[in-house]
């Protein structure tokens, strides 16, 4: 049982409500590991063609401008 | 007509006394002024009115106390404020339920003021009900966010909650978490319920960078929403800040 403000008072929350915000976490850890992995992945995609850009003679500013 | 001159009137006996009868009429003549010393009063009781007539003007230049009134016939589009909740403990959230989130009003309006999450990265969001919270429907959401002083920019579609901020810091620094949201159309029975938003965060992972997010929900229920949390996708919330609900008036 934890606590929670309904209506602004301080209150238990019931084992139902405790079970759904548990659901609710656990389907938002699955979208956020997947908001990470899409977001470290396309860092890595980012690095990874700015470093073939930079081998063509590109320079900082002209990759900047293309991407 | 008699006219009657006197300094001061007093009651005969006791300490009450009755001007007038029902159905008289009182006129205090124009360049006359009734007068409320310090410390005096005047008490209206329960159903009587204090009319103010159209041209007529209630000049208020000092304080007007509204502690425990009901305000009604606000015009079209007002807001009213309809219950601030402060934080003075950690806590899963907070809620507003059906006692505050009625047919009254189709669109409403919270502010969510200084917030920090317990769990480090975590991100806060509000989550609508149609059932009181004892199911919560598919929040179809999408941000976009950008570094207030960093270079980082993007956006995140297909999320379960509306977010006011992702990746929050849960140690004060810069800036706590901070937003607001507009949530439409919640006793609307033939479509989905919209709820847009913007938010602010200290990024957990530098504790250095601040984010602003800019976000769009629809919340997929044709029922009418009575209920919603704002909380932590991690843990509770820390036992600061405050999340204001207002209605606007039909």
Not at chain 1, 45 to 66: M, N, R, V, Y
Not at chain 2, 48 to 63: C, W
Not at chain 2, 95 to 116: E, H, M, P, Q
Not at chain 2, 171 to 200: H, P, R
Request: aromatic share 8%; proline share 1%.
């Amino acid at each position: 049982m934890a606590k929670y403000y309904l209506n602004g008072n301080l209150t238990d929350t019931t084992p139902a409500l405790d079970t759904v915000l548990s659901e609710l976490d656990a389907a938002s850890k699955i979208v956020k590991d997947a908001r990470n992995e899409a977001e470290a992945q396309k860092a890595a995609d980012k690095q990874s063609a700015h470093d073939k850009l930079s081998a063509l003679g590109l320079t900082d500013a002209e990759i900047e401008a293309i991407t | 007509m008699s006219k009657i001159n006197v300094d001061t009137w007093e009651p005969e006996s006791g300490t009450a006394a009755t001007l007038m009868a029902s159905g008289d009429t009182v006129t205090l003549p124009s360049g006359a002024i009734l007068s409320v010393a310090s410390g005096g009063d005047i008490n209206v009781a329960s159903g009587g009115e204090i009319d103010i007539a159209s041209g007529a003007t209630l000049d208020v230049n000092g304080t007007i106390d509204v502690t425990g009134a009901t305000v009604t016939g606000l015009t079209t589009g007002s807001l009213v404020k309809l219950l601030s909740t402060t934080l003075s403990g950690a806590s899963a959230g907070v809620a507003f339920d059906s006692t505050y989130i009625t047919s009254t009003y189709d669109n409403y309006y919270v502010l969510v003021n200084g917030f920090l999450p317990v769990t480090d990265n975590a991100d806060i969001g509000i989550y609508l009900s149609v059932d009181d919270g004892v199911t919560f429907a598919t929040h179809l959401s999408g941000n976009f966010y950008l570094a207030l002083n960093s270079t980082g920019y993007g956006w995140a579609g297909s999320q379960n909650a509306h977010y006011i901020a992702h990746d929050c810091s849960n140690v004060v620094g810069e800036m706590k978490v901070n937003g607001w949201a507009i949530i439409q159309n919640v006793n609307d029975t033939t479509c989905y319920k919209s709820i847009y938003g913007n938010g602010s965060t200290q990024n957990s992972g530098t504790k250095a960078d601040d984010y602003a997010y800019n976000s769009f929900t629809s919340f997929a229920s044709l029922s009418a929403v009575n209920y919603m949390i704002i909380k932590s996708n991690s843990g509770n919330l820390q036992g600061f800040g405050t999340a204001t609900l207002y209605g606007v008036v039909k």
